[in-house]
């Protein structure tokens, strides 16, 4: 649902997601998408998933999907 999401962001592409969870909630999650190497759509893509997960933006990796 997330990568849904975030594919319906300007500039963020096509987009695949992890969610790392452990017993104490979200550990970490994990963004390969297309524009990840536009500074805003890093910070766009950060914002909405940390809010769509309840989790905090400094647990979310992303990174540039290959071609």
Do not use: P
Not at 16 to 30: A, K, L
Request: aromatic share 4%.
């Amino acid at each position: 649902k997330v990568a849904r999401i975030l594919q319906e962001i300007e500039g963020v592409g096509e987009a695949n997601v992890i969610v790392y969870e452990t017993n104490e909630g979200i550990e970490s999650v994990v963004v390969v998408c297309d524009g990840a190497n536009d500074f805003k759509v890093v910070m766009d893509v950060r914002e909405a998933v940390a809010a769509a997960l309840g989790t905090t933006e400094k647990s979310v990796k992303i990174y540039l999907k290959k071609e």
